[in-house]
């Protein structure tokens, strides 16, 4: 491979197709070669395939997005991605639902469903049973139903369980773990029922049943004991394990508008971030893999994430010494660290943690019209530097200034540089110098 190591300027030169030697496509009526078409055609697919991707993201925003879904099922980073841009760009994409999804994503309205295909140890063959059942007989009403119409061998009961963990059976009984406690005695229903009708033999209860509704009930399919539905982090937990990330919420969400302001890098950019500015975001810690040095000492190679996508990261012992008791699975962190290429590899390194419950800011309510006074913002300014500490770098409390009243408010993230190390002292300070200040959590109690 070439690589350009100087440049320089020879003015108006002619130039030369990239062909072949022997006559081809690009030869001119005359025989002659024409000019740099090569580059020109293949600029000119470019633009076009542009124009209408631009054309269809702009007039038929929620079938572009389901469809840039659907190419991108197979890679989750990207799929990640783009239901980010789609809640950025006021489109819902709803969890799977076993009466609606089809084999895609698909546009509805101004939302778009989740794909079937997008659950994993949900295969073809088993999608397409569902879905013809449901076109021939119509929608499914119980969980008794959907495993008495279906057969149990081509939707098999590891594939029922990953509809009942992804959401796609809450239209049915939103308890999931109802439905799981229920599963293994209505499978064993339905077998005994299948067998039977593969005999000529009806049920007694169906015959019983028949007379009042007209057809076969499923009223008298086996229940478990009533239980209570799985808590809200571990319903979360099983979503990610079967669709890849996070569908009827995601535990950053409570925390995104804040994120904004206090982190506003997302992971999707990390790699159009600079190596040599300390970077703060609010993450998810989705995995972690602990590593001991050959010196002996303790470090970790993290997975984190937030809505936008995931990254690697690293921390390294003399930070593990200080953070490591925060690294626990599932944790939200807002972690502070600079982009690594090395090895063409983008990863975060890590200098500092905290639990998004332990962070505080410090809110500084400014006027309008002394938001732009020379005056104010040099004072504000020598606060915020005399409560840094000695260390300006240990400073870690985000200092927001808050200009405007009630009924229009814009929230300002002060630079790096005006971080704080201890915001109650800071706040008594800004008091004193006649500033309306207070600290806040990031999550209220």
């Given amino acids: 491979m070439a690589k350009i190591i100087s440049r320089q300027c020879l003015g108006v030169q002619p130039v030369y197709d990239l062909g072949l030697v022997q006559d081809h496509n690009f030869l001119l009526a005359s025989g002659e070669v024409a000019s740099n078409c090569f580059n020109k055609s293949h600029s000119t697919a470019y633009g076009f395939v542009t124009f209408q991707t631009a054309y269809l993201k702009a007039n038929y925003p929620v079938e572009y997005m389901a469809a840039l879904l659907t190419s991108n099922s197979g890679d989750q980073d990207k799929v990640q991605m783009h239901i980010a841009n789609c809640i950025a760009m006021g489109i819902e994409v709803l969890p799977p639902d076993i009466n609606r999804s089809l084999v895609d994503f698909t546009p509805q309205g101004n939302t778009i469903l989740f794909g079937l295909s997008a659950i994993r140890n949900l295969g073809l063959g088993a999608i397409e049973a569902i879905l013809h059942h449901r076109e021939t007989d119509g929608v499914f009403t119980s969980l008794a139903e959907l495993c008495d119409r279906i057969d149990l061998h081509t939707v098999n009961r590891r594939a029922l369980e990953a509809l009942i963990l992804s959401g796609a059976l809450d239209g049915l009984n939103p308890n999931r773990h109802q439905l799981m406690q229920d599963l293994p005695l209505i499978v064993e229903w339905c077998q005994s029922r299948a067998k039977d009708r593969q005999v000529g033999q009806g049920n007694l209860f169906d015959m019983m049943a028949a007379p009042a509704s007209g057809s076969s009930s499923y009223a008298a399919a086996p ?11 571990e319903k979360l937990r099983q979503e990610k394990e079967l669709l890849g990330f996070y569908i009827s919420d995601h535990p950053l969400k409570a925390v995104q508008r804040s994120a904004r ?41 993290l997975q984190i994430e937030d809505l936008t996508g995931q990254s690697e990261a690293v921390v390294f012992p003399k930070s593990f010494d200080r953070i490591g008791h925060h690294l626990i699975g599932d944790r939200r962190l807002m972690v502070w660290g600079k982009v690594d290429r090395r090895d063409d590899r983008l990863q975060l390194i890590i200098d500092d943690a905290e639990p998004i419950e332990d962070v505080r800011m410090v809110m500084v309510e400014l006027d309008p019209s002394l938001a732009g006074d020379i005056e104010q913002q040099h004072r504000l300014r020598n606060v915020l530097r005399n409560h840094q500490g000695d260390d300006p770098k240990a400073a870690r409390v985000p200092v927001i200034a808050v200009i405007g009243g009630q009924q229009q408010r814009q929230y300002v993230r002060l630079g790096a540089q005006f971080r704080v190390k201890d915001p109650e002292a800071t706040v008594s300070a800004l008091v004193k110098a006649d500033f309306k200040a207070k600290t806040t959590p990031l999550i209220s109690a």
Avoid at 223 to 233: I, L, M, N, R
Avoid at 279 to 288: F, K, P
């Fill in 261 to 301: 302001v206090l982190a506003p890098i997302n992971l999707a950019e990390l790699h159009e971030q600079p190596d040599t500015v300390t970077l703060s975001a609010i993450v998810l810690l989705a995995g972690i893999k602990p590593v001991i040095t050959k010196k002996g000492d303790r470090m970790a190679i």
């Fill in 223 to 233: 229940q478990a004991s009533p239980v209570p539905d799985f808590e809200s982090q």
